[in-house]
């Protein structure tokens, strides 16, 4: 059987799901092709499981700090993992829903089945019951990554898990050693930490989110301290070995070796591109180490192939994903549209929340500018006091000569929804007198982004040169 169409999108995730619905948006007659659930890894077992999860862990917490709210409870608080659980599912099984009505309400075609080129514009679907061919004028990969697994002894021992294995235990574990200090390896700390596992996280690097601005990951590794969370950076696991009833991980740190016993060792270090048995020989689509390479309309080498998201070995973000589908789809339907990365905020969830967005201090230092930087405390908000939130900052990195702003980078709570006006500004290109001459509510968190512009000017209002 052959049907013919405008686009196919291959992989329903956070990118081919919204890049389906734009194309329909914009008249084409769309297929989208997705072998295992819709909303991919992001909806199913990343992104909003373990936000879901993150917020269970975020809520016992403040349980715990009621006195300081002047709140008296009555009896005791404690986590109730089988819930959490459930809470997570819903919130998935929901969303999931929600996807689907909405492709179906936009005319989109979904076949549940895996996806393969069979020529440069045509792929097989294999379906539950029948193979049925998909003609296009133009195709779009969209099929993601997995987790990243180490070849080292005993890494396919019980009790090795990844993220999706996190998400899925029956039951908490008393001892958890994390392999990765990258948002994915400090948000499970965070959930784990929380709801009183004990746990310690090994990293290679010299500091916790080795890709975020150096003051950044400082400012967690001080939080995760205080919290009891042990961190061996520097450090590299070697091997595992079974012990009685869990395991025992080995550890190359500086200058020595250590040996760390847990129920789980979950290993977090990244994510590989999934391009095997996609048929991108036959269709001639470039695939290198990292994966897919895209021109800045997301079109691979092939004329009429475009590829966006984890596959392609770029910023490994579901909203990158997602407008990237925006982007190729705009493209291959006769609009011209780009990708802009330096506007792409990077967020991590953990308590308080960590977000960066442009350069970070070094990287600008590095690309020879002449660096200000700014800097305003939490402790010297007024929100963020009735928050009972201190341990934060905003820093702005910004050039000297016209103040144009660099880069934004907050530890802050909501600093997931405080980072889109430092994108903004980068995407304008604004100066800091642009965001100081801004006006920002009062009391807020936002008003810190100017309080850092103000010190980055040499001017700070409400905390001391």
Known sequence: ??????IVVLGGGSGGYVAALRAAQLGAQVVLVEENKIGGVCLNVGCIPTKAL??????????QRAEEFGLKLEGSVAPDWPAIQERKDKIVRQLVQGVEVLLRKAGVQ??????????PRALEVTLADRVQRVDAANILIATGSRPLQLPLPGFDLPGIIDSTGALALEELPRRMLIIGGGAIGVEFAEVFNALGVEVTIVEMLSSLLPLMDADLGQALAWTFGQRGIEMLLDSRVTRVDPVDGGLKATVAIPDSERTLEGDKVLVAVGRRPNVEDLGLEIAGVHVEKTGIPVDAHMQTHVPGIYAIGDV???MQLAHVASRGGEVAVEN?????????LKTVPSCVYTDPEIASVGLTETQAREAGHDVRVGRFPLTASGKAQTYGAKDGFVKVV????????????????????????????????????????TVHGHPTLGEAVREAALAARGAAIHSPR
């Open 54 to 63: 993150l917020r269970s862990a975020e809520v016992y917490r403040t349980f």
């Open 110 to 119: 979904v076949l549940s089945g895996r996806g393969r080129f069979v020529a």
């Open 312 to 314: 392609t070995g770029g």
């Open 332 to 340: 291959a339907l006769g609009h011209s549209s780009t990708l802009d």
């Open 398 to 437: 910004s050039e000297a000569r016209f103040g144009e702003l660099l880069g934004l980078h907050i530890v802050a709570p909501h600093a997931s929804d405080l980072i889109h006006e430092g994108g903004l500004a980068l995407g304008l290109e604004a100066t800091l007198e642009e965001v100081v001459t």
């Open 1 to 6: 059987m052959t049907s013919q169409t405008d």
